[in-house]
C-alpha cells in the first residue's frame, strides 16, 4: 500500500509510546515537597518560614524605600543635626580670648600591596591627609614614586605639603 513502510511504522510507534508516557504522567503521583508538607497545608506562620529560607521576606505593611528616598531623609536628617549642633555651639563672646592651642593631629594609614598611586590617593584623602588628589599624583610622578610606593603604616602628624607627603610614602619608615 504505501512505497515508505519504515516511515509508517515508525510513526505508530511514535504515537504508540507518546501515548503510554502520557498515561505514566497522569497516573504518577505528585511529586511530594522536600519539606514533607505541601503548601495548601501549610498555615501562613509556616510558609513564611520556609520562604525565608530562600527570599527576604517582609510584612505587607513594611515600607519599601527606593535610593533617591533614601538619600533625601539621610540628607534632611544631617541637616537637622548639624542646625542642633550649630545652635548649641557657644558664641564667639561667651568664649574666651585665650585658648591653649590645638595639639597636632596624627594620622595613620596603611598601604596595602598592589595599591596603584589613584588607590593610594584615594585613602589619603578618605583619611583627610590630602585634599587634592590629583596634585598629589602630580608630585608622585614628578619623583618618580609611582612605582615606589612603600607598603605598611605611614604616619602623619600635623599638617604637612604634599613634597612631605610623597616622600613619606616612598620612603621606608619604621
Known amino acids: 500500500?504505501?512505497?515508505?513502510?519504515?516511515?509508517?511504522?515508525?510513526i505508530?510507534?511514535?504515537?504508540?509510546v507518546g501515548a503510554i508516557l502520557l498515561q505514566v504522567m497522569l497516573t504518577r503521583p505528585s511529586s511530594p515537597s522536600k519539606s514533607g508538607i505541601s503548601l495548601e497545608e501549610m498555615d501562613p506562620q509556616k510558609l513564611k518560614e520556609e520562604a525565608s529560607?530562600?527570599?527576604?521576606?517582609?510584612?505587607?505593611?513594611?515600607?519599601?524605600?527606593?535610593?533617591?528616598?533614601?538619600?533625601?531623609?539621610?540628607?534632611?536628617?544631617?541637616?537637622e543635626e548639624t542646625d542642633k549642633l550649630a545652635a548649641a555651639k557657644p558664641q564667639p563672646q561667651d568664649q574666651p580670648k585665650?585658648?591653649?592651642?590645638a595639639a597636632p593631629s596624627k594620622i595613620v594609614i596603611y598601604v596595602q600591596p598592589h595599591l596603584?598611586?589613584?588607590?593610594?590617593?584615594?585613602?589619603?584623602?578618605?583619611s583627610?591627609?590630602?585634599?587634592?588628589?590629583?596634585?598629589?599624583?602630580?608630585?608622585?610622578d614628578k619623583q618618580g614614586g609611582s612605582t615606589k610606593i612603600q607598603v605598611g603604616y605611614h604616619?602623619?602628624?600635623?599638617?604637612?605639603?604634599?613634597?612631605?607627603?610623597?616622600?613619606?610614602i616612598i620612603t621606608k619608615q619604621s
Open 1 to 10: 500500500m504505501f512505497k515508505n513502510r519504515a516511515l509508517v511504522t515508525g
Open 12 to 16: 505508530g510507534i511514535g504515537i504508540i
Open 53 to 79: 529560607k530562600y527570599y527576604l521576606v517582609l510584612e505587607k505593611n513594611v515600607k519599601m524605600y527606593t535610593q533617591a528616598e533614601l538619600d533625601s531623609a539621610i540628607q534632611k536628617k544631617i541637616k
Open 98 to 101: 585665650a585658648t591653649a592651642p
Open 116 to 126: 596603584d598611586a589613584t588607590a593610594v590617593a584615594d585613602l589619603l584623602v578618605n
Open 128 to 140: 583627610g591627609v590630602i585634599t587634592d588628589r590629583k596634585a598629589f599624583i602630580s608630585e608622585l
Open 155 to 168: 604616619e602623619f602628624v600635623g599638617v604637612l605639603d604634599v613634597q612631605a607627603i610623597v616622600t613619606n
